[in-house]
């Protein structure tokens, strides 16, 4: 009821794999039902996705992420701010970078919602962060694209969290090929943030 459409199925299963997933962030639910039904359509096979730590301080939430082998961010502050204390039981000792080129070099696909935050603007994209970007240049990881529409939303009103939804995941797209002997500049990662 949710989701009650899902276009370009075809795109994920002809992604060569691994691939790198971009999805639009407009809603907090997004993050538990996109990734789902995204593995169900792969007949199993787990994305990892990045996830923001305070998530997985949500009982119930928590835990299916925890077990769904999520690639945890401990950039942003807790609120309430006094649950900051607990931010260092989810730092790992390696970068989120760094796991998820582990990640791709061991053939597994990584999912992302490169704006970094939610944007309940239905109209418009945030910038977003290049760190997705960056790593499909240093990978040479394909993007597929999945676009989160709400297509019984007032485009003049922001998003409510209850808006059903629609997927529309796109054809890969391939990184431009970069010199190898060095990590790609932070205008080439913009290039290609601002392509996809």
Do not use: Y
């Amino acid at each position: 009821r949710q989701i009650p459409a899902i276009h370009g199925l075809e795109n994920l299963r002809q992604a060569p794999q691994p691939f790198i997933i971009a999805v639009n962030h407009s809603i907090k639910r997004e993050a538990l039902l996109v990734p789902s039904l995204l593995v169900i359509h792969r007949d199993g096979q787990w994305i990892r996705f990045l996830a923001d730590w305070n998530f997985l301080m949500i009982p119930v939430v928590g835990w299916v992420m925890r077990r769904s082998g999520v690639i945890v961010i401990t950039r942003k502050s807790a609120k309430p701010a006094f649950l900051n204390r607990l931010k260092p039981f989810f730092e790992e000792p390696t970068s989120p970078a760094e796991r998820v080129k582990a990640e791709l070099a061991a053939g597994e696909c990584v999912g992302v919602f490169p704006e970094g935050t939610v944007n309940r603007n239905p109209r418009r994209l945030l910038v977003g962060r290049v760190g997705m970007s960056r790593l499909s240049l240093e990978t040479g990881a394909p993007i597929v694209p999945v676009g989160i529409r709400f297509p019984d939303a007032d485009p003049e009103q922001p998003l409510p969290e209850n808006a059903v939804m629609e997927m529309h995941i796109g054809p890969h797209i391939m990184p431009p090929a970069l010199a190898t002997d060095r990590a790609p500049s932070i205008r080439a990662a913009r290039h290609w943030h601002a392509a996809v």
